[in-house]
């Protein structure tokens, strides 16, 4: 790949940036419909293209990618003009006449990079915000899921302004290319790995940026829990797009005295939800790739397995499975991000937060339980991007709610007006007039001034 291949590409959308047409509101709203035609017109091209790539069915990528993204432009198209509003700001008395105020404005051009397991979702609704708050956006989808990245690249062109938004297909080395470059703003979306490396790239530039990274997501069931209830919502979190999902409940601390109910009630609501054959369901996803499916066959030891285990190679199968494992289990070191669910008992609420509290910061944390007591230990006593009671994944769901990470499982926040302030710089603004011009803050300083000024701060200031 030659050396600063992207340059002139960066160039062209910098100077279209910069010519200022990209920050009318009209604009704005103009990209957001498009972007919309586009969701409803192609709904069938984009589904078949996520299918090819995840074996997703369309029912589920609508539900988690299409569906999700339409909302982020629905929310957006409602709140853009306040959300671009200034707001003003209170002066000092001894500040007068002033107008202060915060003012959103766009980064300029912005890099996002995406990650193949929502290849659609985790593209769009980035940019949906990159659009909103007035940016350039270069798109770099996952090159692991690459009909759909080929349709993104497709598609874009044809619905948005290429003024404004260029897609840029390729891996690793494509992404290190573009990175020689300064971006404004870069949002990605990824591994740990990929992240740093995203960063260090950033750093040299000193650029600003988000990254949403994995981890390792408890789930804890209480006895007083709706055991039923919590056995099918769990096992549709972990289940759906074949384990392959970020806030996934990654492990269950299960309360000793309901591990045995709650194992056969999930097991009755994966043959409930995938039939007998969960490889002839037509709603059940694949594995993305051979490297994604040898490291989960690595995973598994068959003593740990309660129910499935099957799995098939060519077509990168594997069935929904649930183990009963202790924490030295090859299962509990590193995020899973597949359909294996390791089942840990516990028998007082503080061992399961030990545990929670001996791994590093997931992205979500999830509790089972009727009693708020509980509730609010388990938010004192751990940290997370979010937490959920009583249900899983549906935090993430809520455009209202801010979604991102916490420590090594990512920083920085989107969603709703959440991803517009992300994609917006505050400028703070104070517009002065010319009266009154006091010579006091002007020297030749002396006591007197002095004495009087100290009155003025402490009294207004
Ligand atoms: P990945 O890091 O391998 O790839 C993500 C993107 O970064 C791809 O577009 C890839 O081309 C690029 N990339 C990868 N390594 C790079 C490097 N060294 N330099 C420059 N670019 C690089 O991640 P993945 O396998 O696609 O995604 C899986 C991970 O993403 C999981 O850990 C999962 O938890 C996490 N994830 C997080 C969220 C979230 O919202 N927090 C959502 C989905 C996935």
């Known amino acids: 790949m030659q050396k600063n291949c992207f340059r002139p590409i960066l160039d062209e959308m910098r100077s279209a940036f910069s010519s200022g047409l990209f920050s009318s509101y009209a604009w704005r709203r103009g990209q957001l419909l498009a972007l919309r035609r586009l969701l409803v ?16 069915s369309a ?14 432009i629905r929310q957006a198209l409602r709140h853009l003009r306040r ?5 003003g700001r209170s002066v000092p ?4 006449f002033g107008r202060a105020s915060v003012c959103p404005e766009p980064h300029g051009v912005v890099l996002i990079i995406g990650a193949w397991n929502y290849p659609l979702q985790l593209i769009l609704a980035p940019l949906v915000s990159a659009l909103a708050a007035g940016n350039c956006a270069v798109l770099k989808p996952s090159e692991s899921a690459p009909h759909t990245s080929a349709l993104i690249a497709g598609l874009i062109g044809t619905y948005l302004d290429g003024r404004a938004v260029r897609v840029v297909e390729g891996g690793v080395e494509e992404t290190r290319a573009l990175l020689e470059n300064r971006f404004d703003f870069i949002f990605f979306t990824g591994s740990r790995s990929g992240g740093s490396d995203v960063m260090l790239a950033a750093a040299r530039h000193i650029v600003p940026m988000v990254l949403e990274l994995g981890g390792k997501n ?10 039923a209830a919590a056995a099918r919502r769990i096992v549709w979190a972990k289940f759906l797009n ?69 799995r098939n190679r060519s077509a990168r199968y594997i069935a929904p499975t649930i183990l009963r ?10 995020e899973i991000f597949g359909p294996l669910l390791p089942v840990l008992t516990y028998s007082a609420i503080d061992q399961a937060l030990d545990c929670i509290r001996q791994r590093s910061d997931p992205l979500a944390v999830y509790l089972f339980t009727r009693n708020r007591a509980v509730i609010q230990q388990v938010l004192r006593q751990t940290r997370s991007g979010g937490f959920c009671c009583n249900d899983v994944l549906f935090q993430s769901a809520i455009h209202t709610l801010p979604f991102g990470g916490s420590g090594v499982s990512g920083f920085g926040r989107y969603h709703g007006r959440a991803g517009f302030e992300t994609f917006s710089a505050s400028r703070s603004v104070l517009v002065k007039s010319f009266f009154p011009d006091p010579g006091l803050r002007y020297p030749p300083y002396n006591r007197k001034k002095y004495l009087f000024l100290k009155q003025i701060v402490r009294y207004l200031g």
């Not at 029912?59 to 982020?72: D, K, P």
């Not at 959300?83 to 707001?87: I, K, L, N, Q, S």
């Not at 408890?218 to 055991?227: G, H, W, Y």
């Open 325 to 334: 494992v202790t924490v030295e289990s090859p299962l509990m070191q590193e």
């Open 83 to 87: 959300w671009m509003r200034p707001e």
């Open 41 to 56: 017109e192609r709904e069938q091209e984009l589904s078949a293209a996520i299918f090819a790539d995840l074996g997703k």
């Open 59 to 72: 029912e589920e990528a609508y539900l988690t990618e299409i569906s999700f993204v339409s909302g982020e």
């Open 93 to 96: 008395l001894h500040y007068l």
């Open 242 to 310: 074949a384990g392959q999902t970020c806030i996934a409940p990654d492990y269950l601390l299960v309360h000793e005295k309901i591990r045995e109910p709650l194992l056969a009630l999930m097991q009755q609501a994966v043959s409930q939800f995938y039939g007998p054959d969960p490889a002839s369901s037509p709603d059940y996803s694949r594995i993305v790739n051979d490297w994604h499916f040898l490291r989960l066959e690595s995973l598994m030891r068959s003593d740990e397995i309660v129910s499935g285990g099957q």
């Open 218 to 227: 408890p789930c804890i069931v209480e006895c007083d829990a709706d055991l």
